[in-house]
């Protein structure tokens, strides 16, 4: 099946810093959607974006299909975007609709 | 719009037990989700719903997991009986077309 690996694994910033998040994926895909799991352990939807670009505020996400990754990038950051960010993928086909999920990047901003 | 909401939030049970998730996704999706987070481990997809039947069942674990999901609506999760590696958090997610929306997810631990 799809791999998806993500990177960091870990980032420590300090509030106002900028980050970048990545996600590797070893197949074309039909969906890919970020997610930020908060304390709470929700899995709140950042973006979907299969491909290009979208911005949402301090977030944006590239997404480039061809070479077979995403980008999230965090401008700014505050303490409240500590947690963990995770990119998951639907490879369509046979598997339509079933997200694989990279291993997910622990984010702390500290004050 | 209401979101995703399953029930319960934690439970706790002993081995050989049986318990009962359920889900309820967001009103008109077709489409509903079961994944699973099990300690230290990726979330990983369990099955995937359209309407009231199966599409995919591909990730359910072995015959002690038993999905349901009556009329199209709800769904209900059955772990009968729970071995002590059925802990963890589960997740239950709907779509109508694209983005997956999640629920809070149930946390189990099977003593």
């Known amino acids: 099946g799809i791999q998806v690996e993500q990177s960091p694994p870990d980032l420590i910033l300090q509030e106002g810093a900028n980050s970048t998040l990545r996600c590797n994926f070893s197949d074309s895909v039909n969906n890919l959607q970020w997610f930020h799991q908060n304390p709470w352990g929700q899995l709140i939807n950042l973006f979907y974006i299969p491909s290009g670009t979208k911005q949402n505020g301090r977030l944006s996400a590239t997404t480039v299909a061809t070479e077979r990754y995403s980008l999230l990038y965090i401008s700014s950051s505050q303490t409240t975007d500590s947690g963990v960010y995770f990119c998951?993928?639907?490879?369509?086909?046979?598997?339509?609709?079933?997200?694989?999920f990279g291993q997910g990047t622990i984010l702390t901003v500290h004050p | 719009e209401a979101g995703v909401t399953q029930f319960p939030s934690h439970s706790v049970i002993e081995k050989g037990q049986t318990v009962t998730l359920r889900c309820d996704p967001i009103?008109?999706?077709?489409?509903l989700y079961w994944y699973r987070r099990v300690m230290g481990k990726e979330i990983k997809f369990l099955l995937h719903?359209?309407?009231?039947?199966?599409?995919?069942e591909s990730g359910m674990p072995n015959n002690r997991f038993l999905a349901e999901r009556t009329g199209g609506t709800y769904s209900t999760l059955k772990v009968q009986p729970a071995e002590l590696e059925d802990s963890g958090v589960y997740f239950c997610?709907?779509?109508?077309?694209?983005?997956?929306?999640f629920g809070p997810g149930t946390r189990l631990l099977v003593l």
């Open positions: 997610a709907s779509s109508q077309s694209g983005t997956q929306y």
């Open positions: 719903f359209v309407k009231e039947s199966k599409q995919d």
């Open positions: 998951a993928v639907d490879a369509g086909g046979t598997s339509y609709g079933k997200l694989t």
């Open positions: 009103s008109g999706h077709d489409n």
